[in-house]
C-alpha cells in the first residue's frame, strides 16, 4: 500500500516563497508518474506540474518560472518549490503517484492548503 504525505503549505504574503513536500512510503522508483495538482475554492482539481520516470517534466503556463519540481530518491520525496507567489496561487496542493499495472495504481495525499495573501 503506498501511502502520500504533504508537508510545508502555509500562509505567505504576495511575492514570497514557499517548498511543499510529498513523503511516500517507500521508494519513488515505482512509480512512473509524480505530479502536484491543486484545487481552489469552487474549482476543480488541475495538475500543475509532473515529473516521470523517466526525468521529464511538465508544468501548466501559469506557474512556469516560477515553480520547480523535483524529487529526491534518497528522501523518498517530491517537492514542489514555489516562488513569486501570487493571490491566484491560493488553493489546496495536493500530490499524485501512480504504479504502473493492470490496472495502474493511483495513489493521492491529503493535501496540503496554500494561502498567499496580496
Known amino acids: 500500500q503506498v501511502q502520500l504525505v504533504e508537508s510545508g503549505g502555509g500562509l505567505v504574503q504576495a511575492g514570497g516563497s514557499l517548498r511543499l513536500s510529498c513523503a511516500a512510503s517507500?521508494?519513488?522508483?515505482?512509480?512512473?508518474?509524480m505530479g502536484w495538482y491543486r484545487q481552489a475554492p469552487g474549482k476543480q482539481r488541475d495538475l500543475v506540474a509532473s515529473l516521470t520516470s523517466g526525468g521529464s517534466t511538465s508544468y501548466v503556463d501559469s506557474i512556469k518560472g516560477r515553480f520547480t519540481i523535483s524529487r529526491d530518491n534518497a528522501k523518498n520525496t517530491m517537492y514542489l518549490q514555489m516562488n513569486s507567489l501570487q493571490a491566484e496561487d491560493t488553493a489546496v496542493y495536493y500530490c499524485?503517484?501512480?504504479?504502473?499495472?493492470?490496472?495502474?495504481?493511483?495513489?493521492w495525499g491529503q493535501g496540503t492548503q496554500v494561502t498567499v495573501s496580496s
Open positions: 499524485k503517484a501512480i504504479v504502473p499495472a493492470t490496472p495502474p495504481g493511483i495513489y
Open positions: 517507500g521508494s519513488l522508483f515505482r512509480f512512473n508518474f
